[in-house]
């Protein structure tokens, strides 16, 4: 599976960017995918998540109200919409699969370690002030 991740960018505190995780390189029934980011100096943190099947969702605290997480219709692509961008969201952002169904609960903790299977080079967020 090989994941490629675009839309990053700078944009002004206050703007908004719509982030691309598009998946290739394998058919399954189900996956799991979860978006990560990781500022200079800072650990991985846990974005948001998405399970293929019932298209369950989860956000960390610090984008809650201020993310969506969705699929597009072949669900082969996941996008994060993310509004209300502050300079604090100034980050790498990497998605990461797993090309089988698992919780999101479970997957935004393993990804925080590179738990995950499936991983893609990540792009830059920058947030002007």
């Known amino acids: 599976v090989q994941l490629v991740e675009s839309g990053g960018g700078v944009v002004q505190a206050g703007g908004s960017l719509r982030l691309s995780c598009a998946a290739s390189?394998?058919?399954?029934?189900?996956?799991?995918i979860a978006w990560f980011r990781q500022a200079p100096g800072q650990e991985r943190e846990a974005v948001s998540c998405i399970t293929r099947s019932d298209g369950s969702t989860y956000y960390s605290d610090s984008v809650k109200g201020r993310g969506t997480i969705f699929s597009d219709n072949a669900k082969t692509t996941v996008y994060l919409l993310m509004v209300s961008l502050r300079p604090e969201d100034r980050a790498v952002y990497s998605c990461?699969?797993?090309?089988?169904?698992?919780?999101?609960?479970?997957?935004?903790?393993?990804?925080?370690?590179?738990?995950?299977?499936?991983w893609g080079k990540g792009t830059l967020v920058t947030v002007s002030s």
């Open positions: 990461a699969a797993e090309d089988h169904w698992s919780a999101c609960s479970w997957a935004v903790v393993a990804g925080t370690r590179a738990g995950m299977d499936y």
């Open positions: 390189g394998s058919t399954y029934d189900d996956y799991t």
